[in-house]
C-alpha cells in the first residue's frame, strides 16, 4: 500500500519547482491532489502532468476569497481534506536600504498573510490525524545577503507553525515546517538578478553549501513526504531544513 492512499492533499504553488515535484510524489504515493497558482496555463499543464489524481484551482494566494473558494471546492470535491502544503512563495533579493514598500507589501501579502489565511480557511476541512506542512526557507534561520524582508516573512511562518502545533494538537493534527536551501527552481529566475550574472550567483551559492551542489525539488518533496504522511506520525512543531548543511557554515 502507498503512504498516502485515499488522502486528500491541497499544495498552494504546486503548479512549478517544489509544489510540483511535491504534487506528483504524492499522487504516485495515493494521494488525490490540488494544486493553486495565478497561471491558469501553467496550473493545467501541471495538472496534466501530475495525472487523474490531480485538479487545478487558479488564484492568488495573497487574495483571502480564493481560500475560501479553494476551501469550497475541496468541500464539495472531497467533502474534506488530509494534508495542506503552503508552499506559494517569492522571493526578490535587495539590499534593505533599496525595498520599496510596494516589494515589502508584496512579499509579507504572498509568503506570510497567504500562508496565515490559507491554513486559517482550510482548517475547517483538514480531518483528525492530518498534516499541515508551511514551507519556509534556510533564510529565516541563516543570513542571506538582501534576504532581510524575504526572511522576515518566513520567520514568521515558522512562529505560526509552532503556535498551530499547539492550536491543533486536540484533532492530532501535525504541523511542521520545511525549509529549503538554494534548490533548482525556476525562483532563481525571480530574484531580480541579471541572466547574465545567474550562473555566478548559483556557483557562488554551491561552494557555500557543504554537499556542493544546490537541491532538486524531488528531495524536498520527499522530505514534504515525510512530514505528511503516517512516516512522520511522532514530529509536529518542526523546522525541518533541507539545505545541504547550508545553515552550518
Ligand atoms: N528554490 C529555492 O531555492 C527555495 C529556497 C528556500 C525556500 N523556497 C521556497 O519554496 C517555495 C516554492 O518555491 P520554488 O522554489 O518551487 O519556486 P517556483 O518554482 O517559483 O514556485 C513558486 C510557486 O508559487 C506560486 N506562487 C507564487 N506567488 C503566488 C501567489 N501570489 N498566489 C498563488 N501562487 C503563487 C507560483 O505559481 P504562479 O507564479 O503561477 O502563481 C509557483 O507555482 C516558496 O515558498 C519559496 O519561498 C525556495
Excluded: C
Aim: overall charge neutral.
Amino acid at each position: 500500500m502507498t503512504s498516502l492512499t485515499g488522502k486528500v492533499a491541497v499544495i498552494t504553488g504546486g503548479n512549478s519547482g517544489i509544489g510540483l515535484a511535491t504534487a506528483k510524489l504524492f499522487a504516485a504515493e495515493g494521494a488525490r491532489v490540488v494544486i493553486t497558482g495565478r497561471r491558469q496555463q501553467v496550473v493545467d499543464a501541471a495538472v496534466a502532468e501530475i495525472g487523474a489524481a490531480a485538479i487545478g484551482i487558479r488564484g492568488d494566494v495573497a487574495d483571502v476569497g480564493h481560500h475560501r473558494q479553494v476551501a469550497e471546492i475541496v468541500r464539495e470535491r472531497f467533502g474534506g481534506a488530509d494534508i495542506y502544503v503552503a508552499n506559494a512563495g517569492v522571493n526578490s533579493i535587495a539590499p534593505s536600504q533599496q525595498v520599496s514598500e510596494a516589494e515589502y507589501d508584496a512579499q509579507f501579502a504572498i509568503n506570510t498573510r497567504g500562508t496565515f489565511f490559507g491554513v486559517q480557511a482550510i482548517a475547517p476541512l483538514l480531518r483528525d490525524n492530518g498534516a499541515i506542512i508551511l514551507v519556509g526557507s534556510l533564510a529565516s534561520d541563516k543570513v542571506l545577503d538582501g534576504h532581510a524582508v524575504y526572511a522576515g516573512t518566513k520567520a514568521a511562518i515558522q512562529a505560526f507553525a509552532r503556535s498551530w502545533a499547539l492550536e491543533f494538537r486536540d484533532r492530532g493534527i501535525r504541523v511542521n515546517m520545511l525549509s529549503p536551501g538554494p534548490t533548482e527552481t525556476a525562483i532563481l529566475e525571480k530574484l531580480g538578478i541579471a541572466p547574465e550574472d545567474r550562473e555566478g550567483f548559483v556557483g557562488k551559492m554551491a561552494s557555500a553549501i557543504p554537499l556542493g551542489r544546490l537541491g532538486r525539488p524531488e528531495e524536498l518533496a520527499r522530505a514534504a513526504l515525510f512530514l505528511a504522511s503516517d512516516a512522520g506520525s511522532f514530529v509536529t512543531g518542526i523546522n525541518l531544513r533541507v539545505d545541504g548543511g547550508m545553515a552550518l557554515i
